[in-house]
């Protein structure tokens, strides 16, 4: 039989989500934050979660700074083009998880949201592995990114992983997501955050107002 050489491409498809490590002195600073903060922000979550705070985004702008792009040069690699997007953090939050709470499939507002895990429990660790041996489920502390009508054949349509400390997932604000629970008595903690690219005052926070119109500030200054 004859052998040839066939070129093929496959076609990029999908949202555009990157996973990396935040600098530790920036987890040390949520965390340092987050352990001071008493102003509650659950009623705006779709998290099932007893105590999540407000966080003041103003503070880390170097590292968000930095994150974002990050993200814009993957954006720009995934779709192929040059992308390049001033982001404004709108909400910045921390979520403080405990055994059987959970984040039910949700999205959010904006148009970038994301993900840092300040602390991963030892236990919640084992119980993941554990469940791994006899199961081809995303395990318990888990988190899910999913789009479309579910499994199809011949196609992803789901990720899941299970973060370690210092683990930073940022995703289109659009994109569906959960997080699993776990039974462990022990406290994971989060923080979330949206991102928006414009003046959009419905999404934002008291500080996420006062941040944004400093940036624009800045750029017309710049201007």
Not at 162 to 184: C, N, R, T
Not at 194 to 217: R, T
Request: net charge positive; aromatic share 14%.
């Amino acid at each position: 039989m004859e052998t040839r050489e066939i070129a093929y491409r496959t076609l990029r498809w999908g949202p555009c989500v990157i996973q990396l490590k935040a600098r530790k002195e920036f987890v040390a600073a949520l965390l340092a934050e987050a352990d001071k903060s008493t102003i509650s922000y659950g009623d705006r979550l779709a998290g099932h979660l007893k105590k999540e705070v407000k966080l003041d985004s103003a503070n880390y702008e170097n590292y968000f700074t930095e994150m974002f792009t990050v993200y814009n040069h993957a954006l720009s690699e995934w779709l192929g083009k040059k992308e390049k997007i001033p982001y404004i953090i709108s909400d910045l939050w921390c979520n403080f998880q405990r055994a059987n709470e959970f984040n039910p499939p949700h999205n959010h507002s904006g148009i970038l949201s994301f993900v840092i895990y300040l602390k991963v429990p030892e236990a919640i660790k084992k119980e993941c592995k554990a469940h791994e041996k006899t199961k081809k489920s995303a395990g318990p502390g888990s988190i899910s990114f999913f789009m479309g009508d579910g499994d199809k054949k011949n196609s992803i349509t789901n990720n899941s992983f299970f973060p370690q400390e210092g683990d930073m997932f940022i995703f289109p604000a659009w994109l569906k997501h959960w997080v699993y629970p776990y039974k462990s008595n022990v406290v994971r903690i989060s923080v979330s955050g949206n991102v928006v690219n414009s003046f959009e005052i419905k999404y934002f926070s008291e500080e996420g107002i006062k941040h944004a119109i400093k940036d624009i500030e800045k750029k017309h200054k710049n201007d």
